[in-house]
């Protein structure tokens, strides 16, 4: 407390409230510092992170050897613009290039600005090499989609708090129901260039697809030359126990974009992955990005890569996510009817709440007082995607406080039999 009784949490929430614009509802945890896996507040309160910033922090906070390769190179050179060659750019690509097997990368920062990326490459492939006259490409994205804020993005949203007020906005996108190929059928015309889609929608409430409608979406787009871009900003890098999530349906995009866990939680970093055929229609002066690449961010990444691979997280994240899944499981038959699903796949798993019980976030801010930190999404999803270093101890730790958080509420709400 200062002399005014005001405590550091309160100071520092108080600031941001009054001089930052209102876009966030963030939680009321002020964060001091984090190292892996856990987190402390400024009042020294330790909780365990089962959020990664949305799976940005995949490899744990400040994982020792990429914090040491960001040392080494802001000792030498951290930005310098696209304008010249660099000594980290050229081995990222490569090592993206040998991980996702694309024979092309283009770097971007955040991972709305490598889905805008694909949105310009897909609009031009389709002018270029499919011939559909310029300005009447069109490009299939299915309801209930997040990739990013931008104004081009959130006009195909159909999510109506990120659209309303910001109009007007481009055309050229149809909407397909996920999941369903038959809608993807009937929203297709002879203008259809590509179809945007994630392998599951996070934001949606991590919504995974029926078996096989991946296939036969590949199988469609193959057959009416149509490329299919893979959003995997949220799911790739190992969160769902794969590299990609594409690998579970056996399957293989024509074009991928990374994000988030790309910046192995230090940076924004991203990138828009395809084969030359594809990557073409890129020559200088049509795209760029004056930090898209830059020689921090790209030896950031490359450790970030190297120690996804090293250290076996992606290989490990599948058992780790059964698990958790299983743990999760056991909760919900536990406290029925408060938890209505359990979904995922990996590390990256939704708890979806009957509204008519409580809200996810009455649920979260119930949490995080108990010391575990997630995040919901539509007021009805709890979201848990801890970084890929988490130990089963910790989490049965998580898995503990929320159970005991959920029969508390399960309790108060008078559903306890007995």
């Known amino acids: 407390m200062d002399a005014t009784g005001t405590s550091a949490t309160q100071s520092y929430i108080g600031k941001e409230a009054r ?11 002020v964060v001091d510092h984090a190292k892996d896996c856990l987190v402390w507040d400024v009042e020294g309160r330790r909780y365990i992170d089962m959020m990664s910033a949305y799976s940005s922090v995949s490899h744990g906070h400040l994982h020792p050897r990429i914090v040491a390769a960001a040392h080494r190179q802001l000792e030498k050179v ?45 609009r031009r492939w389709g002018h270029r090499v499919k011939g559909i006259p310029d300005g009447q490409q069109r490009i299939l994205v299915a ?18 708090d990120y659209r309303t007020g910001f109009g007007p906005f481009c055309g050229g996108f149809q909407h397909f129901d996920y999941g369903d190929m038959a809608s993807v059928q009937a929203a297709a015309t002879e203008n259809t260039c590509a179809v945007l889609v994630e392998p599951i929608q996070g934001e949606a409430g991590v919504l995974v697809p029926p078996p096989g409608f991946f ?17 995997e900003v949220q799911a790739g890098l190992g969160r769902t126990g794969k ?11 024509d074009a991928l974009i990374l994000g988030k866990a790309l910046g192995a939680g230090l940076l924004p970093v991203s990138a828009f992955c395809a084969d030359d055929k594809v990557m073409s229609v890129f020559v200088p002066n049509s795209h760029g990005s004056t930090f898209g690449g830059n020689a921090l961010a790209a030896a950031v990444a490359l450790e970030g ?28 038959a536990e406290v029925k009817p408060l938890i209505r699903d359990v979904r995922g796949r990996g590390l990256w798993i939704g708890v979806d709440i009957e509204p008519s019980c409580t809200t996810a976030r009455d649920l979260v801010e119930r949490l995080a007082a108990a010391g575990v930190l997630s995040k919901e999404t539509h007021e009805t999803v709890i979201r848990f995607a801890p970084p890929l270093t988490i130990t089963y101890e910790l989490m049965d730790e998580a898995v503990e406080i929320f159970r005991k958080v959920v029969v ?9 039999k007995g």
């Open 408 to 416: 508390q509420r399960h309790r108060e709400l008078g559903l306890a």
């Open 19 to 29: 001089y930052g614009a209102r876009n966030y509802a963030p939680v009321p945890v």
């Open 243 to 253: 590299w990609f999530a594409f690998e579970h349906e056996g399957i293989r995009p």
């Open 143 to 160: 309801r209930g989609n997040f990739h990013g804020r931008t104004t081009t993005i959130i006009g195909f949203s159909s999510e109506e």
């Open 78 to 122: 951290a930005v310098m613009s696209r304008a010249y060659y660099g000594t980290t750019l050229g081995p990222l690509l490569e090592k993206l290039s040998e991980v996702t097997g694309f024979e092309r990368a283009l770097p971007m920062n955040t991972g709305a600005e490598a889905v805008e990326t694909a949105i310009k490459c897909a």
């Open 305 to 332: 890569l190297k120690v996804l691979e090293e250290e076996g997280l992606v290989a490990n994240c599948a058992a780790k996510g059964e698990h958790l899944f299983r743990r999760l499981r056991e909760v919900q």
């Open 215 to 231: 296939r036969e979406l590949r199988e469609w787009c193959t057959a009416n030359d149509v490329l299919l871009i893979d959003d």
